[in-house]
């Protein structure tokens, strides 16, 4: 994730990628009608569409878990229609309710690509736009407590702190364990309601396993596992989604998986769901959809910041200006050594006020260490008179700092493509055989490259095998390390859940696995290959999203760990 500290949320932030070049054209169609109509009345129908448009979109983002904005663009829809009604009243009133459209539009596109980037949504970021059209809709003025109860989305700011491993707590794991699963397999497999005593006896020794559990932890995960399975008897039959966050649930039992997945996100929605108290609890004890006043205040001047298409054209018009810098610099070094050309005399006046110019603009914006670095190397300059290769290789150094600021800067505002934190800005690239950020980021292609490749070697092996009568075991031999080296590159890009599934397909494939598949009757090899391909091609999608910046798919992973399962029982 790219934000600073990780949340759980059951927000489908996957979809909202998908649709957002969509988003973007529902909302630049909304400008331009409201614009039309602004220049000529005639065109009042055109609003309807719009507003005909913007409703299918708050549809969308509240199916999505997208709050805020599905109220936003919900308000959007009725202002819109309002002021068709309105086209021949007030014509100060309309310009009022029409600037407020406007902001409302230019808000909503700035909170799609503020989410996008930070991967976690804020809907109280929203919350003014929302009541200023709410106004004049006559809506009630809605306050950030309320906006929190209401929202159908879960975000929980430190999911960590929010958790406690059941191995930490004293108690028998081992028998809450068996009670639990016991209770589990009657969910799972009943389709009609209707449970024996024997079942019911197994549903309330679940439902014991939990709210024991949740006497000796009062985190929010443990609370929100009590709630879910009280009376769970009384919704029979489960639904699917309901039976998952179940089987997640049981999965914690063992801490299988990060804490961060959105399966926690949604077990606290459902438990919210189904005990209204809790809900209340849940928002006022453990700070459900709640950010720090200062974090808060950051997402604020962010949102309110430059966009996107601002940040690339300031890194562009950067980089001209450093690059006529260096073109400077090298006339400078010509004329010192006897080697310019009359016309190309530059002084060191003319270089340093370039520097200065460029360190000023990067203090407006907040690049303290560029402009720092910008501002060493005006002083070092100074002193130049034949500068030697020391002195260019230290200057360029300093240059090299602001070029990576400005770089860095752009892609802060591009939705993926930071790939991982520079940890040190000041660092020289050139330390790490690099000459730009652009070259770094060569360096994760190549490595998700030769990664997407070795697992189409893997695939190709696995389906010659099965294609050739002989059936010989050596075409397979030495896939395990072709996976673990997969594993390794997954690991260095911080896709820790496929990472931890190819390691753990290597190791049972050298383990048992190839020798069982060597002995296997077909009817059983199809169903080894099935799951060993799905693992492979979970893999493959997740390095597809790394290269196409879209976040990971918990869909493909949940496939992936289900069919991993299988091979490792």
Known sequence: MTQSAKTATNFDLSS??????????????????????????????????????????????????????????????????????????????????????????????????????KETPEPALLLPIINKLGEHLGHAVIESTTLNQN????????????????????LNVRALTQAYRAGLSVMLENKDGVISDDERQKLDGMTKACALIAQHSDTLFWQSAKTITQNIANDLPLSHAKKRILVYLEQQFSDYLPIEDRRFAEMVSFACNKNKDFATLANQKYALNRVSDTKFSEMQRFLFGPNREITDTLNNLIQEQIETIKQKVDKFVRASNGMGEIGDMVSIDDI????????QTMTLLELTDASQALTAASAQVSGWQNPTLEDLDTFLDKLLVAENAAIFLAKSHTPGAVKLPLHNREISLHQLDTSSLHQLDTSYETLVKEARSNLTAATLALTDYIADSNRDIMNLQNTPEMIRQVAGAAAFLRLSAIS???????????????????????NELIRISNAWADVLVAADFEFENFEENRPTNEQSILISQNSLNQLVA
Do not use: C, W
């Not at 913007?54 to 509240?62: G, R």
């Not at 929202?151 to 004293?170: E, F, R």
């Not at 340093?352 to 360190?359: G, I, Q, R």
């Open 500 to 522: 931890a599934q190819l390691y753990l397909l290597a190791r049972r494939l050298e383990n048992g696995l190839l020798d069982k598949v060597k002995t296997s009757p077909d």
């Open 16 to 117: 909202l990628h998908i649709l957002r070049n969509e988003i973007g054209s529902v909302l630049k169609d909304a400008e331009v009608h409201l614009r039309e109509f602004y220049d000529d009345p005639d065109q009042a129908p055109l609003l309807l569409d719009s507003a005909n448009n913007l409703s299918q979109l708050s549809a969308i983002f509240k199916l999505i878990a997208f709050n805020g904005a599905g109220l936003l663009a919900e308000n959007l829809s009725a202002s819109y229609t309002l002021l068709h009604g309105n086209a021949d009243g007030d014509e100060d009133e309309n310009e009022i309710l029409m600037t407020d459209i406007s902001e409302a539009i230019m808000l909503l596109d700035r909170y799609v690509e503020f989410v996008l980037l």
């Open 151 to 170: 929202i159908n989305s879960v975000i929980i700011a430190d999911p960590q702190a929010n958790y406690a491993s059941l191995s930490t707590l004293g």
């Open 352 to 359: 340093k006020a370039e520097l200065n110019t460029l360190s």
